[in-house]
């Protein structure tokens, strides 16, 4: 039977808008944290997703929300991305948060991720350095997985995304701890009915 040593535990990175984080997010964490070799899921909001023109709830909000979602073992949330205040491509996050984190070696997406992913600055300099954890539902295309040099992909069948909450579906997957101030929020902030 192998076992992994402390030498060789990963840190994975889970970066995303969290507009807003849900329960699918925890999830992932959880997933992520069971394979064998990672240790530590460090999750960082964005300020403002480089493939984005806006976000519907701030920085600061969002980076709220998502200390207390993932206060759980095994996870930290940084706010290397919130506190630079602006667009920070994945590179320089990775880049940061390696003199932190010394066995960070993967990077969790979602598959919707994958189509546009030769696009990311300095993709192939990421790919080189890092393992992908893919996550997503259903089938993914193989050609869009070989893109990638190292990966590993985790099947989910949670049918939720931040964007179907903003538009006032999926209530049900926000945390107990979180969801009435953030039907609250979205309310306020579009004047509709979350």
């Not at 507009?19 to 240790?39: A, F, K, Q, T």
């Not at 984005?52 to 207390?68: F, G, H, P, V, Y």
């Not at 630079?84 to 940061?96: D, I, P």
């Not at 030769?118 to 869009?144: P, S, T, Y």
């Amino acid at each position: 039977m192998c076992t992994f040593g402390k030498s060789n535990m990963k840190t994975a990175l889970f970066g995303g808008s969290f507009d807003p984080p849900h329960v699918g997010h925890l999830e992932i964490v959880r997933r992520v944290l069971n394979l064998p070799d990672i240790e530590r899921v460090v999750v960082v909001p964005a300020w403002l997703n480089p493939f984005k023109s806006t976000s519907c709830a701030d920085a600061e909000t969002r980076l709220r929300w998502c200390r207390e979602l993932f206060d759980m073992e095994g996870v930290e949330v940084d706010d290397f991305e919130v506190a630079s205040g602006r667009r920070v491509y994945t590179v320089e996050t990775v880049r940061e948060l390696k003199r932190k984190y010394p066995s960070l070696s993967a990077i969790v997406i979602g598959s919707d991720n994958l189509k546009d992913i030769g696009k990311w600055r300095d993709f192939e300099k990421l790919d080189a350095q890092m393992e992908w954890i893919v996550v997503g539902r259903g089938e993914v295309a193989r050609h869009e997985l070989e893109r990638l040099g190292r990966y590993r992909y985790i099947e989910m069948d949670i049918p939720v995304s931040s964007s179907r909450i903003r538009a006032g579906g999926g209530r049900e997957y926000l945390d107990k701890r979180l969801a009435a101030e953030i039907e609250e929020y979205y309310n306020n902030d579009s004047g509709e009915n979350i």
